[in-house]
């Protein structure tokens, strides 16, 4: 069964450093997500991309952050200049062509620590 | 504002026990609804979409109520292997979907 693929699965990073978190989305799908898990709290949306720009994205996704296709089959995203409360599970999510509201599929998570 | 609202729980129920998971919305635009499961420090998995007419998966049963904006899912004869943490899921324009805070369900031998 295909499946949305993420590295690393877990990434320690000092407080101010770049992040990038890589995704590998189901091969035909056209809408990419991120989101991101708290510890102990709810997923929560960071942004939606399709067509190669961003359709959608929420309060917590500011400039530190930015998303990228870069060569067809990877979805990045990038933190700038990580903080403490970056430290979450980050996933990416992929669904396929046709009508709103289909199906997300998530990877298995990308666990952030900023220390 | 877009919020989903659950009860937090925890649920704990003996097995083969019917469990009942409540989800209200706020924004009566919204488009799809769906229920997710979580396992502890895993990845959200589909449980089932939500239709207006209700909808079954063998010992699941989800209803939507776009009236009063509130969706629920059943679960009848509880299994050990149900515990998990329940997710509503609500689906808005351009491919924003926001998830409840989730239901903790603890299913007891």
Do not use: A, C, K, S
């Given at each position: 069964e295909p499946e949305v693929?993420?590295?690393p699965s877990?990434?320690?990073t000092q407080m101010g450093q770049e992040v990038i978190l890589r995704c590998v989305p189901i091969s035909n799908h056209l809408y990419f997500y991120w989101y991101r898990?708290?510890?102990g709290q709810k997923v929560e949306f960071l942004v939606s991309?399709?067509?190669n720009e961003i359709s959608e994205k929420s309060e917590i996704f500011d400039?530190?952050?930015s998303v990228e296709r870069p060569d067809g089959s990877n979805f990045t995203l990038k933190i700038r200049s990580t903080k403490l409360e970056d430290s979450a599970m980050y996933f990416c999510a992929s669904s396929p062509p046709g009508t709103l509201g289909n199906t997300i599929y998530f990877g298995e998570g990308s666990w952030l620590t900023v220390v | 504002r877009k919020e989903v609202e659950q009860d937090p729980?925890?649920?704990n129920v003996p097995e083969g026990a019917t469990v009942a998971f409540n989800c209200t919305y706020s924004n009566s635009a919204s488009q799809s609804f769906f229920w997710y499961r979580q396992d502890c420090r895993k990845e959200p998995k589909l449980l089932m979409s939500v239709y207006s007419s209700g909808n079954?998966?063998?010992?699941f049963t989800a209803q939507l109520n776009r009236a009063s904006q509130y969706i629920s899912l059943l679960i009848r004869d509880s299994k050990l292997s149900d515990s998990a943490t329940y997710l509503c899921v609500v689906f808005y324009n351009n491919n924003d979907m926001r998830f409840g805070a989730g239901t903790r369900l603890t299913v007891k031998p």
């Open positions: 693929t993420q590295t877990h990434q320690v898990q708290i510890l991309f399709y067509n400039d530190q952050f | 729980g925890p649920f079954e998966d063998g010992r």
